[in-house]
DNA sequence: GACTATTGTACACATACATTGTACATTTGT
DNA sequence: ACAAATGTACAATGTATGTGTACAATAGTC
């Protein structure tokens, strides 16, 4: 019947709101679920639905308009572009090798086994990778 | 010569300093390299070597002291002491789960292939869990 | 034992960031 | 031409982050 809810948002998770959703439509373009010319929905009704403003939505699309995956105009709303492929620099070597370190280290210090990280990260290679290019 | 380098914050990454040298020093506790006994540097030392203030230090310190891996006490300093164990719950899996796609999503926005993600992950898990119990 | 240095802590302040309220500009549809 | 829909701009507010400064507790020294 309803729509699945697109994205879903934890607040008091730490994390603002407008990065937990760039987060995860980010995650949804590399997988390929939204392909270019695919229109996203309008900031007040994805607003509402996430239980945010709608600016905090328009800094989340202009975050991933900066970063290439959409084309944003006035009265047209929000589409998917096609996007060139990156060449990974040093800086974005860097800047991942650090996070997942933080990350991992953190999950074992929450009690996470070596076990249940990389089935965690299987999981995920899968689920982003699946269906794309090699 | 001198002494190697224990931490390396960034500033302009982003990432709150704080946050920065708890990461850090959790990755570092959960290798075991900085074992039950082991003293750490006083705050306001720690905070020259970084280059930040000293209350910035005693923030980490107290978060770190607050999960259970240091002892602080006025005058004595900050020592690291055995910790229990931890049970991991649904929150910290769901968290990891969440941020690890996040990362991982970023770093191939990015333009890192999936072969790099996954090497890079490999040796961060040796690197944590060396000689550490399975 | 008194004094001083060392070390973590408390608190007020400044600045930056995140979110919201409100109004505006541009495009689409009737 | 008009109204509705949609992204944008900007001010206001609350929270987080970092710093300056003073304080409290412990250790070392004579």
Same mark, same amino acid.
């Given at each position: 019947?309803?729509?699945?809810?697109?994205?879903?948002?934890?607040?008091?998770?730490?994390?603002?709101?407008?990065?937990?959703?760039?987060?995860?439509?980010?995650?949804?373009?590399?997988?390929?679920?939204?392909?270019?010319?695919?229109?996203?929905?309008?900031?007040?009704?994805? /607003?509402?639905?996430? @239980?945010?403003?709608?600016?905090? =939505? #328009?800094?989340?699309?202009?975050? &991933? $308009?900066?970063?290439? %995956?959409?084309?944003?105009?006035?009265?047209?709303?929000?589409?998917?572009?096609?996007?060139?492929?990156?060449?990974?620099?040093?800086?974005?070597?860097?800047?991942?090798?650090?996070?997942?370190?933080?990350?991992?280290?953190? /999950?074992?210090?929450? @009690?996470?086994?070596?076990?249940? =990280? #990389?089935?965690?990260?299987?999981? &995920? $290679?899968?689920?982003? %990778?699946?269906?794309?290019?090699?």
């Amino acid at each position: 019947m309803g729509e699945a809810p697109i994205l879903r948002i934890d607040l008091g998770s730490g994390v603002p709101a407008y990065e937990q959703i760039v987060a995860q439509l980010r995650a949804l373009l590399v997988a390929g679920k939204l392909p270019a010319g695919e229109r996203l929905p309008p900031v007040r009704q994805l /607003a509402i639905d996430l @239980g945010v403003h709608h600016n905090t =939505v #328009a800094l989340a699309y202009r975050e &991933l $308009a900066e970063e290439g %995956w959409l084309e944003l105009r006035r009265g047209r709303g929000a589409t998917v572009v096609e996007r060139r492929e990156r060449r990974p620099d040093a800086q974005a070597r860097t800047e991942f090798s650090r996070r997942l370190e933080a990350l991992v280290a953190k /999950a074992a210090a929450d @009690g996470l086994s070596p076990e249940a =990280v #990389a089935k965690e990260f299987d999981a &995920l $290679a899968r689920k982003l %990778w699946k269906g794309k290019k090699r």
